[in-house]
């Protein structure tokens, strides 16, 4: 059943995804479903882990947001990341992932979050901790 207009939905295909996690790189092959009603396509299983559009399975974005917020993108991307997990990610990747977190969080922040931000950049931490757990 098509989750956005209840209408009868079916599987189109079983369709591959490479993502990092901290287990490492993993390839995937989960069911796409479509609706034609509304033509609306989603992947069950991705939304039923937390993976979005991004390749960082939910703990990885995790672990990538908080190397992010401890140094620059870059020291994350070619250090810090590569020694503690083995994630071999971009610079970009980093910097894309550690920011989203900051956007989800600033257009919702309760009101503890928004009073760590005020203090200053010691908050950060814990302002990245807070949105993906
Ligand atoms: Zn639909």
Redesign the pocket.
Known sequence: M??????D?RMVSRREKWISSLLGELRLKRAYYH??????GWFPWDQEVGLGASHLTPAASEVTCLAGVQASFAQASETTLRKLCGLRISESTVERTTESAGERLRARPSPSCRESLNRGSGSVTLWAARVLT
Do not use: I
């Not at 609706?35 to 609306?40: I, N, V």
């Open positions: 098509c989750q956005h207009c209840q209408a939905a609706c034609s009603a509304c033509g609306q």
